[in-house]
């Protein structure tokens, strides 16, 4: 990270939450700055302007999707959903409204902290064409087109290769189907995500070798996929 | 309802109707005799007017035709003349019926005492109709006091029970429709019992059985057991009303079930209000704090040394493990309270990645298999809740099977559908278990192993499936150890795709 540590603005009601994100957050060199509902958290984004912000979708105050459409009228800012798991219908919402990535409570640390690199790196650099990307066992050579799980090769397609390598340039973050299509197969087929279902199947397949240890690929129901080691554990 | 018919058996004939014609016979002998010795005594005392005695043999015929039936009021008419003839036409003690004069006495007199008994049994048989009617009208008042204000069908039985067998002064039962098939009123009721709505049937059987409620919407049956040598009348009275009463008690029971299904509706009402207040208070004050001791422990895990961090690990297994239990609860109340969740496709690759990613803290040296047809297609269903689904047999089988355990989990096309196994090879359930085991909150194992759990993971996968249409059971293991548990899906949620044509390479 540049110089400066990085600032986080934490809009989250509940304070036993509140309290172990700032615990969290602060021992991975991040500076906290947090906010008990929506209306403060507004308030704070402006003025304070954040690397990123980590919203709780279930504010007491006003509607998390509220706060998400004010902050996109100023700000580019990374948004982060904190949402529970029956709450998938908002969660989509926000998604749409301009959130970036969200976690699912409950959430273990390590998880939480790997959406939140991916989304600050994001906005930052875009990954050069010749990286090597390690997620957990797996490592994919984007420049020689090489994978390989716990160093045995995988042979991939070259559909297959072209889709993992779209995750791989973006590990960790979170990518919607129409995004995912329109960069594989280009803008013809953007509404046709079974293909994509397929491909990702065949991917798991023959990446995620001992079905118990590889879940490199993660499914976000209803907004795409992403590619991150289990635990979030880059 | 038909008037009540009756039986040849029924007819009446036993010992006390011929003693009592017996008696009233000696009776009116007796009046009769008692007539002509007065008259007699009379004229030998020197009456004036012997001629105007004959008045006197009409009496006994009128009082025979006021207290007893008409046939001997009859006869009472044959004894009258017959004695009028032997004392007052002379000569004395002699038939006479020789001369004009003496027939014209006889014929008159008969004459007189025939029209004299076929109106006073006339009269006799109208007040008699009017008090049946008036006994019937205070019978129909205090049934119906006994009816009104009840509000169960089993007090407007039992009351109509009682008030039926103090009118007709034998035990009356009713036997409802629901209770039919109740195996021990159905052996108490078939033997004689004869299909015949809303007649008698009487016969062999001494029973008095009456259907409550029209034929086409019976709500009952109403029998009555007369004691022992008694016999049922059915044209006297009270039994010629009971049709009217038995309508009566119909009445009164349908009224008491329409009252009892509307209770059972507001009682549902109330439970689904209290489930869903459970459910937000289930979301809000357990949810909430998991997501914080979770956090907490995750943040912990890291942070201490190797004893502790073995300690902080069991708690977040613990923590984790009561989280997949609200879910599960949350997820229940939501089923039942109706809710139907969108759907969406879903591969069943995806599907289960997700769900072994999330059960990773949980799975030891289990070695997991996933077989795929080629061809399976996309699932229309909603993804969480197929999540659960998958999540709690997986999590069995790798509960209830052994530490370094074989998991397969297979998805084929069947001509209907699609089938999902999953099979481990742990102990297995027992056959005679396999159906209790989807039961709420049923353990097969219950104490004889430690292994933490409430019994609710098959039963929310049944709920799930059944949204589906589809089905979930244990069947027999095709490998011949463990458990294998089928989920079975319907053809009209999948969707087909056709696998792209890649480039060649
Ligand atoms: N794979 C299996 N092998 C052997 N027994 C099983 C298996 N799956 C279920 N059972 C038996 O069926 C019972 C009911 O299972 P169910 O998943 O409903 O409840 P649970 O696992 O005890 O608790 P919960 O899933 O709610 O944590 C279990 O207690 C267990 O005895
Ligand atoms: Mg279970």
Known sequence: MSGLQPKILVIEDDPQIRKFLTITLTSHDYTVIPAETGREGVRLATSVKPDAVLLDLGLPDIDGAEVISVLRTWSKMPILIVSARDHEDEKIKAFDLGA???????????????????????????????????VGDLCIDLSAHKVTVRDNPVKLSPKEFALLKVLASHAGKLLTHKYLMQKVWGDAHVEDNQYLRIYIAQLRQKLELDPARDQFIVNEPGIGYRLEAAGGSE | MHPPRFDAHATPGSRFFAYATWWQALLSLASVLTVAGLSYGLIAAGFPSPESLGILFVLPVLCAAAFFELRLALFTVVLSVAAYNLVLIPPLWTFNLNNPQALAKVVVLLIVTLVVSALASRLKRMTREGQAREDILTDLYLLNQDLVGKTSVKDVCEAAEQRLGVITRMPCRIFLESEMSDIRSKTEFTPHFQERPGQWSAGVDPRLILQLGEADSRLGTLVFTPQEGERIVAESFPFRFLPTLAGQVALAISRAMITEAHAAQT???????????????????????LVGIIGALE?????????????????????????????????????????????????????????????????????????????????NVNPSLFDLVLLNLIENAIKYGPLEGDITIEARVTPDGVLIDIDDDGDGIP???????????????????????????????????????????????????????RLSLPSDITLPVLVPQEEAE
Request: hydrophobic letters at 40%; glycine letters at 8%.
């Open chain 1, 100 to 134: 970036n990535d969200f976690v699912t409570k409950p959430f273990g640390t390590g998880e939480l902290l790997a959406r939140l690199r991916a989304a600050l790196r994001d906005a930052i650099v875009t990954i050069a064409e010749d990286t090597v990307v390690k």
């Open chain 2, 267 to 289: 009682r549902q009402a109330d439970r689904e209000r209290f489930m869903s207040a459970m459910l937000s208070s289930l979301s809000h004050d357990f949810k909430t704090p």
């Open chain 2, 299 to 379: 943040t912990l895990q890291s942070r201490v040394d190797a004893d502790a961090r073995d300690l902080v690990s069991d708690g977040l297994t613990e923590a984790q493990r009561l989280n997949r239990f609200v879910v599960n609860l949350v997820e229940v109340s939501r089923l039942e309270a109706g809710v139907r969740p969108k759907c969406e496709p879903v591969h069943i690759r995806d599907a289960v990645s997700g769900v072994l990613r999330t059960l990773r803290p949980l799975i030891g040296m289990q070695t997991f298999r996933i077989i795929i047809e080629p061809g399976f297609p996309l699932l």
């Open chain 2, 431 to 485: 056959t005679p278990l396999r159906e209790q085991v989807f039961t709420k909150f049923y353990r097969a194992a219950e104490g004889d192993r430690k292994i933490a759990g409430t019994g609710l993971g098959l039963y929310i996968c049944r709920e799930i499936m059944n949204v589906y249409a589809g089905t979930v059971a244990a069947i027999d293991p095709p490998d011949g150890t463990g458990a294998c548990m």
